[in-house]
């Protein structure tokens, strides 16, 4: 994913730049020193130390290892399954598909019945993710608007 950055200075080989990230609601802005691109890493590489090199690398890990972690790190809160009923969290994908379908197929027609007084009424967050993730792990199956229970 390419990343945003203001340049704040030039110097040789090297960039200063700045950019932002959210925390919560506030936006938080940092700077740091990067090198410009893949040409001047390569013209910078030969006149490092040993001790440089290394850091290089390590930088270089520690940054394959965050790209690999967010890529396979499960979905955001926003794809939670878990919903609160009377302050007691409970993850929806704890039930067993032949219960869970029916709930999920209540809500969907609950919503139906809502829109007509609320057209920008949503499924709630938990129970879409649940019903995409019956339909991802090949329990459930999608037949004319509803979940159903898919075949072994």
Do not use: W
């Not at 950019?19 to 990067?34: L, R, W």
């Not at 850091?55 to 520690?62: A, H, I, L």
């Not at 955001?76 to 009377?86: A, L, N, Q």
């Amino acid at each position: 994913m390419a990343r945003k950055y203001t340049e704040v200075k030039v110097a040789g080989h090297y960039h200063t730049v700045e950019a932002t990230m959210k925390d919560g609601k506030e936006e938080i802005k940092f700077s740091f020193e990067k090198i410009k691109n893949a040409e001047s890493l390569k013209a910078v590489l030969p006149t490092l130390t040993a001790e440089q090199v290394a850091e290089v690398y390590d930088n270089y890990v520690y940054g394959a290892d965050l790209k690999a972690r967010a890529a396979n790190r499960p979905a955001s809160v926003v794809e939670t399954t878990i919903i609160r009923i009377k302050g007691k969290e409970i993850d929806l994908m704890s039930f067993p598909p032949e219960k869970l379908i029916p709930a999920i197929n209540a809500k969907v027609a609950a919503l139906a019945a809502e829109k007509a007084l609320n057209p920008d009424a949503k499924v709630p967050a938990a129970f879409a993710t649940a019903r995409k993730l019956l339909v991802e792990k090949g329990l459930a199956k999608e037949s004319n608007g509803n979940l159903v229970l898919a075949k072994k």
